[in-house]
């Protein structure tokens, strides 16, 4: 919430009733509250009024409010109880005038928040009082399920940590070491971004994976990337990465995944495809005009690959409003390339960002789109392919905002979909 208004946001709380809501403090453009602002508000509210919270987010907020006095916030948050709480965030909190703010916090969390299960840390620079309040807590880090931490300057003490089921982390410092020390017996998610020279997994850690996601890696030398045997894996995930699929062996791999940065002026480019034992069921692949403007850098999907062999759902994403897939793409999710790709195909879908401008023209160009779709259906069907039983085109708004991979925007994306078999 960004209110400078008290009266309002008291006014706001006191309407949800006993509903349950998610809340995100911090970041405002005006001055501090005031000790008179803390007092006022919290006698217009309910008493427990944070015990119907079930995620909290703390962000760290513009230097208008770096002073002592934000003690005064502080010590309202450490009044309340938390027990609804399930997800806690705390971004950029590593300046040394949080430290009294997530103490009193923490102590409250510890003590009445049994239920919590996510925690998410993005310390910024100084995060000496961070591991001290949060990280040095075992009987909250015992509650956790889900832990996400970027910008940590420590190890992690991962027997505290028994219940860990999903991990995401970034920019470690050691980044190399920190991974070959991990270890959680219930771990199958993990995501790892940042620094990484290699993947060095502990094998006990391979063997129970079931979701990999590589972000903003560059790891196009397989010298110092050792081979990964992941007999559980079912997702992967390669994300602003250059990566060899050569590397992975995942015989029960269900969806892979491969996005780029749209807004990269060198994009990389597709992974080598016909170098890999990998089958998925489901690919979700981001298409850019500037590879696009290299159709060679689509001849892989016209060869008869084993990749392909048994896509049965195959979703292609676009970044400008008026790309197609392309001519290659096109012949071969048709059937009539010289060798017959995705035989398997079921369902296909495109997206397409939504003309910011909301111009005529914008309507011929879904017009024009949907045809297209049609028209790949009506090749299949005349080259003796199975019908496709799901074939939509999309397209999707951001707001007018520029999508970031940093800010995971893509979940907020609002799409309207269009079902090209009716």
């Known amino acids: 919430m960004y209110c400078h208004e008290i009266d309002t946001l008291a006014r706001f709380v006191n309407r949800t009733g006993t509903a349950t809501f998610d809340f995100r403090i911090g970041c405002p453009s005006y001055g501090d509250p005031s000790k008179k602002d803390i007092q006022q508000f919290t006698s217009s509210v309910p008493q427990n009024w944070l015990s119907r919270c079930h995620s909290f987010s703390l962000y760290a907020p513009e230097e208008g409010w770096r002073t002592p006095k934000t003690t005064t916030l502080g010590d309202l948050l450490g009044t309340y109880s938390y027990e609804a ?64 931490i970027r910008d940590l300057k420590r190890s992690i003490p991962w027997t505290e940590l ?106 990389y480019v597709y992974p080598d495809f016909e170098d890999t034992a990998i089958t998925p069921r489901v690919i979700r692949l981001d298409v850019l005009k500037d590879v696009l403007a290299d159709e060679g850098e689509h001849d892989q999907f016209s060869l008869e690959l084993g990749i392909w ?15 197609d897939i392309g001519s290659t793409l096109t012949d071969a999710l048709s059937g009539s390339a010289s060798q017959r790709s995705f035989p398997s195909l079921r369902t296909f879908t495109v997206l397409h960002p939504e003309d910011k401008d909301g111009n005529i023209t914008q309507e011929t160009t879904k017009s024009e789109q949907v045809k297209n779709l049609q028209k790949i259906a009506e090749n299949r069907r005349d080259a003796g392919c199975k019908d496709l039983e799901r074939l939509e085109v999309g397209w999707y708004s951001t707001n007018g905002k520029d999508y970031t991979l940093e800010d995971q925007s893509r979940a907020w994306w609002v799409i309207k979909w269009e079902n090209c078999l009716k």
């Open 85 to 148: 709480l399930e997800r806690l965030e705390l971004i950029h909190t590593g300046t040394k005038m949080w430290e009294h703010m997530l103490e009193t916090l923490m102590s409250r969390i510890e003590s009445t928040s049994l239920g919590l299960r996510s925690l998410k840390i993005d310390c910024g620079l100084e995060t000496d009082h961070v591991v001290k309040c949060v990280l040095e807590r075992p009987a909250v880090l015992r509650r956790l399920r889900c832990l996400e």
């Open 162 to 267: 028994p219940e860990l089921e999903e991990l995401w982390f970034h920019e470690m410092e050691d980044s190399d070491r920190f991974l070959e020390a991990l270890d959680s017996r219930k771990l199958r998610k993990l995501t790892l971004g940042g620094d990484f020279m290699s993947l060095p997994l502990p094998q006990k850690i391979c063997q129970q994976l079931t979701h990999l996601t590589l972000e903003l890696l560059d790891l196009k030398d397989p010298i110092h990337v050792e081979p990964l045997k992941l007999p559980s894996l079912v997702y992967l995930g390669l994300k602003v990465t250059q990566f060899f699929l050569s590397l992975i062996e995942a015989p029960k791999l269900e969806e892979l995944v491969f996005q780029f940065d749209p807004f990269d002026e060198n994009p």
């Open 309 to 323: 062999s048994k896509v049965e759902e195959l979703h292609l994403t676009t970044f400008e409003s008026k790309d």
